[in-house]
């Protein structure tokens, strides 16, 4: 069994009368040294606060006697007071670098552009034109992202950051609002039914459809897409195959999306067509089903 640490020592301290060894009692000091993973973080030694970590994170501090005691690092962090606490024992002859790291994440924020990290109404950060957005050193705490549209403001549900988090990507959802697998799969479904009608000299109707547009063949994306359906009926063109690429999904309104996204077509006669559309979708909140409520060209 190994041996405790000595924490004092017996040492000779002179002589009694000139003739008998004089002894005392010697604590032997410790001086620790606290690291953490920034500067600037206030260091309190049993409440009582004894200073703050140089550039490179670490603060020695003065010599102190063995024993057991209370470290905190502090770090006035937006929005919030981020704070670690030990309690160690300091012996002498034991390892004294003593790591207090602070209750911080740095990872990525995915989301519509333009859209700010909130966390208890403090901006964090802003999503960049890439849907993007690095955030460093925030707190452990619930997270939102809030962007303004034509209609207002969207605010996305919650994610409650944990030490879990660190380095990953975190996409924010809006509730009601599609992703872009959802945008995706609606409208691939929606222009193989233009391809289907086109090819097999149907309508929207017979493709069924316009079960995916809002309000039917009443709504706003219907006749565009019949029109175009009959002028390739009356030119005699057929499709060989068409392709979708996303290019950007936005909140719109509460329950409305915004998709940015190019259709290129190849007919039968092999010539190939690229065409840019900004379409509006729609969740049915009874159904929980997306819709199209709006299919435009777009330029570029």
């Known amino acids: ?14 002589r009694y009368w000139g003739i008998f060894p004089k002894y005392q009692v010697q604590a032997q000091a410790v001086h620790p040294l606290v690291q953490t993973e920034k500067p600037k973080v206030t260091i309190r030694l049993n409440q009582q606060k004894v200073g703050q970590t140089a550039d490179d994170g670490s603060l020695r501090l003065a010599p102190q006697l063995p024993g057991r005691y209370q470290l905190s690092a ?7 007071v981020v704070k670690n606490t030990q309690t160690v024992n300091l012996f002498k002859n034991q390892p004294q670098v003593i790591n207090l790291r602070l209750p911080l994440v740095s990872y990525t924020a995915l989301g519509p552009a333009g859209a700010q990290v909130i966390a208890a109404g403090q901006v964090l950060g802003t999503i960049g034109s890439d849907g ?6 925030v707190p452990l705490t619930a997270t939102r992202l809030v962007i303004k549209t034509p209609t207002g403001t969207l605010t996305s549900e919650p994610h409650h950051l944990t030490s879990h988090d660190q ?6 959802r809006f509730a009601n609002i599609a992703t872009s697998d959802q945008a995706r799969t609606l409208l691939q479904a929606v222009w193989s039914g233009v391809l289907d009608a086109t090819n097999d000299q149907h309508d ?9 547009l ?6 706003d994306a219907y006749q565009p897409l019949q029109d175009l359906i009959n002028h390739n009926h009356e030119q005699q063109q057929l ?16 329950k409305q999306t915004q ?8 007919l039968a006669t092999g010539e190939t067509q690229r065409q840019n559309f900004r379409a509006v979708i729609e969740r049915d909140l009874p159904t929980g089903q997306y819709q199209l409520a709006q299919n435009q060209p777009a330029p570029g």
Do not use: C, W
């Open 1 to 14: 069994m190994e041996a405790p640490p000595l924490v004092f020592l017996v040492v000779k301290h002179g």
């Open 204 to 212: 929207l109707d017979g493709q069924l459809v316009k079960k995916k």
């Open 214 to 219: 809002v309000r039917g063949s009443d709504g």
């Open 239 to 254: 499709y060989r195959s068409l392709e979708l690429e996303i290019m950007q999904v936005q909140p719109l309104a509460e």
């Open 167 to 172: 380095g990953r990507q975190i996409r924010y």
């Open 74 to 80: 502090e770090l006035r962090n937006a929005p919030q």
């Open 259 to 266: 998709v940015d996204y190019q259709l290129q077509t190849t």
């Open 132 to 137: 993007r957005g690095q955030l460093d050193n």
